[in-house]
């Protein structure tokens, strides 16, 4: 495996493919925004990762 950045490494050790395939099948696409503006929208596997890892860790979530 090559040099890939840290939170890559966390977020495909957190979500792994299998879980990744199941996830997609239930949640729907991210609506495109036409318009612009705004804050850009976080990857669905990033975020699905952070909360595995709270779920898992007991930490707090902010």
């Not at 966390?10 to 925004?33: G, H, N, T, Y």
């Not at 036409?34 to 952070?50: T, Y």
Request: net charge positive.
């Amino acid at each position: 495996m090559g040099k890939l950045p840290v939170v890559v490494r966390i977020v495909e050790r957190l979500v792994l493919d299998e879980l990744w395939e199941l996830f997609q099948r239930v949640v729907p696409e991210a609506p495109s925004r036409h318009q612009g503006g705004g804050r850009r929208r976080h990857g669905d596997r990033e975020v699905l990762a952070a909360i595995v890892f709270v779920a898992t860790s007991g930490c707090t979530w902010q």
